[in-house]
């Protein structure tokens, strides 16, 4: 077993509600509750995929985590080392190992720069220049599938797979040892998506990178990832090792985000599938007990799913789930 | 059944700054009564210039430069605007693939459904004239039909499963979720009680667990009412659980059309295999997926002969100069390459017809 990479132990993240001004006068104070207590671990070289439905916190997580947001409460440890409260010359150390991919490559590439700035920006910054620049811009060009004459191109120019490689290409670029791939393929066709998901296998194994892959594909992600975290309005619902999950799921919540998925050449879906009724509920006030429960399909559940937050449990070694039924 | 809808060679063209832009470049594709069919492909591939088509609302610099569209007998391209709008209303709904275009952001979602049942019908057939004489018939009667739509609103919020739907008629979009949005469209593009309706990508921005909701919901409107839909994705997934058939497009061609069991299980057009091959299948760890290299050709400088030549692991010298016709492969089946045949071949030498080929977990 490697050791960590980075753990996060009840991490929280709340942003305050932007407010009107009456409420500003009487002093009410509403948090949009977006990670809310999170813990787990990534191993060197891993991938960590992690899934739930839109607004549950998945790239607040991936971004408290590279501190991009201040954490609001709970510890981040990178390579052992406690990482809350680092600060300028620190933080841009940290920096060069942890780094983003973006879903949309077309908003996080500025349009006006050429390609060539774009992945050079963030070796400057690290002090390099001049040949040495030049030739790392080209090797990374390469290594994600472009070529130099795509050099001075500029994003409009490309295609949006063309465009993630770019993206990726910046990412790589301070050699990190850490990236978290935000929704990474979501935006791109299928052909492409398959060509960016062995492009970012390959370079894990060259460049021995440990991924934390968000998405809301849980095919993609089944296929990525070694260990899998399945979150619900800020919190762990489950999470184990990803052929687990997609074989034995524990968590009402998993089985059912599981059975949603459509089936390719599957003749009679309806049959035995779970439908979740509704939608998820706002993180401002999120439900009492286990957050799942306004929408949970278990008939008459324990009293406790209603005023008690359910604990995450290991069912199996290293397959957790916070699940009052599992207790 | 019945041929509900027949498109022949329809082509659409952009006429742009920069050239023409062959959005849709002869298309053919049958609908039968009551039955669902999917369009696939991937992005700016011509699906949603294909529905605006049948719609009669390819937007400008767009227009229809060739082909039919034979709807119910008549040939739609003939018709006047004032015609079109008729159909428009009354037998062909869309859902759009923006929901911006459908959904009006400063109306409650109640007024915009009732305003499309007002719309839709006749001043009988919402509620019988009052037979009161005199003065305050002209009032009457009005109020009477707005409540009359307004029930029926109700009714309709209620079978699109819009939950408490008196409350949510008094509400705007903004409050509504991505899935209940979806829901009124449904409700709106339903209100004319169509007997075609297209939708353009209406699950796509949904979560999984609210597409399933969606797709179940649209699996109901299919068997209770009776409705044919077109339904146009990216998503072989969805439109394998919805749809009966399949038709693969790709660059403003329709490549391959078939059963879903077909186009899923075993697919002639190496497109088609393509994209099946680039989806990672759920549960099955081993599978290693095989993207299809290079990038969709720009329609406005499309290659002579076959549009997927440069990215086919079987092209050959005449693909290059050639274009490959639709053919007939089946029943109801039809393939845009020279080489389909050889490539049935190899895959029932691997054994691999017949739908025995299984996907994502089954
Ligand atoms: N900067 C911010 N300020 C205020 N609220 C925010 C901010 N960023 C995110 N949120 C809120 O926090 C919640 C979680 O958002 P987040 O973007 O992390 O979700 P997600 O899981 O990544 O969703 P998606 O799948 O749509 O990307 C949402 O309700 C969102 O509205
Ligand atoms: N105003 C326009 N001028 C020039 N070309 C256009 C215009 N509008 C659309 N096109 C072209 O028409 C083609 C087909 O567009 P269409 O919207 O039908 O694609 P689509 O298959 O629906 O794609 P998506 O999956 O992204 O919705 C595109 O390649 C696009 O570039
Ligand atoms: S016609 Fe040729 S290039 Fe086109 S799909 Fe068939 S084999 Fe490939
Ligand atoms: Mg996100
Ligand atoms: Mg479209």
Redesign the interface.
């Known amino acids: 077993m490697s050791s960590p990479l980075l753990e996060i132990k009840g991490l929280k993240k709340y942003f305050l509600r932007q407010q009107a001004f009456w409420q500003k006068w009487t002093g009410k104070k509403e948090y949009i509750y977006a990670v809310d207590g999170v813990s787990f671990s990534v191993n060197k070289g891993e991938t960590v995929g992690l899934v739930g439905e839109s607004g549950c916190g998945k790239s607040t997580l991936g971004r408290t985590i590279l501190r991009l947001y201040e954490p609001t409460a709970g510890e981040i440890y990178f390579d052992g080392e406690k990482i809350n409260d680092l600060r300028g010359d620190e933080l841009l150390q940290l920096r060069r190992r942890m780094q983003i991919i973006f879903q949309d490559p077309f908003a996080s590439l500025n349009p006006r720069q050429t390609v060539e700035k774009i992945i050079g920006l963030p070796l400057k910054i690290q002090g390099m220049k001049g040949r040495e620049l030049s030739e790392r811009i080209d090797e990374l060009l390469e290594q994600v599938g472009l070529a130099r004459v795509h050099r001075k191109r500029f994003p409009h120019q490309f295609s949006g797979g063309q465009r993630q490689r770019v993206g990726i290409a910046r990412a790589l670029a301070v050699n990190p040892s850490f990236v978290v791939a935000d929704e990474p393929v979501s935006a791109l066709d299928v052909s492409i998506q398959a060509q960016i998901i062995n492009l970012l296998q390959e370079l894990q194994e060259k460049m021995g990178l440990t991924y934390l892959f968000i998405a809301h594909d849980l095919s993609v992600v089944s296929y990525v990832s070694d260990r899998i975290v399945v979150m619900y309005l800020g919190q762990v619902m489950e999470m184990g090792p990803a052929e687990e999950i997609f074989s034995s799921p524990q968590h009402p919540y998993t089985k059912a985000l599981l059975s949603s998925i459509p089936r390719i050449g599957k003749k009679n879906p309806s049959t035995g599938r779970i439908i979740l009724e509704g939608s998820v509920p706002s993180p401002l006030n999120p439900p009492a007990g286990c957050k799942f429960n306004t929408r949970c399909f278990i008939k008459n559940k324990p009293a406790a799913c209603f005023h008690e937050p359910p604990p995450l449990i290991e069912g199996a070694p290293g397959h957790y789930a916070a699940c009052h039924l599992l207790g | 059944m019945a041929e509900l809808l027949k498109i022949k060679d329809l082509q659409v063209h952009f006429f742009t700054d920069y050239g023409v832009v062959k959005a849709v470049d002869g298309i053919d594709l049958t609908l039968q009564e009551g039955e669902a069919l999917g369009i696939l492909g991937?992005?700016g591939c011509g699906k949603s210039m294909t529905a605006l088509a049948v719609m009669g609302l390819v937007p400008f610099p767009g227009r229809i430069t060739g082909g039919e569209i034979i709807f119910a007998g008549r040939d739609l391209c003939r018709l006047t605007e004032k015609e079109m709008r008729r159909i428009r209303g009354k037998e062909i709904a869309m859902i759009f693939q923006d929901p911006l275009t459908t959904l009006n952001p400063v109306l409650k979602v109640g007024e915009q459904i009732t305003e499309a049942i007002r719309l839709h019908h006749e001043e009988g057939d919402l509620s019988p004239a009052s037979g009161r004489r005199g003065f305050f018939r002209f009032w009457e009667d009005r109020r009477r039909r707005e409540m009359a739509a307004w029930k029926k609103a109700v009714e309709m919020m209620e079978k699109v499963g819009i939950?408490s739907p008196e409350l949510r008629m008094e509400e705007y979009p903004h409050q509504f979720?991505?899935?209940?949005r979806q829901r009124a469209m449904i409700a709106i593009a339903l209100s004319c009680n169509p007997r075609l309706l297209i939708a353009d990508e209406l699950t796509t921005a949904l979560?999984?667990?609210?597409?399933?909701?969606i797709?179940?919901l649209m699996?109901r409107i299919k068997e209770d009412f009776r409705t044919s839909i077109l339904f146009i994705s990216?998503?072989?997934?969805?439109i394998?659980?919805l749809c009966d058939r399949a038709a693969v497009m790709y660059a403003g061609k329709i490549v391959e059309t078939g059963s879903?069991?077909e186009i899923?299980?075993a697919p002639f057009h190496p497109y088609t295999q393509?994209?099946?091959?680039?989806?990672?299948?759920?549960?099955e760890?081993e599978y290693r997926?095989?993207?299809?290299?290079g990038?969709?050709p720009d329609l406005g400088d499309l290659p002579a002969g076959c549009s997927f030549f440069p990215r086919c692991p079987y092209g050959q010298a005449k693909c290059k100069t050639e274009l490959p016709p639709l053919e007939e492969a089946g029943e109801g089946r039809q393939v845009r390459c020279f080489y389909w045949r050889q490539i049935r071949a190899q895959r029932e030498e691997e054994g691999g017809i017949g739908?025995e080929?299984?996907?994502?977990?089954?």
Request: charged share 20%; net charge negative.
């Open positions: 991937e992005s939950p979720s991505g899935g209940m979560d999984v667990t609210i597409q399933a909701q797709l179940d699996r990216h998503d072989l997934g969805a394998s659980e879903v069991q899923t299980g393509g994209i099946l091959a680039s989806i990672p299948r759920l549960g760890k997926i095989k993207p299809i290299p990038n969709v739908g080929l299984s996907f994502a977990g089954d």
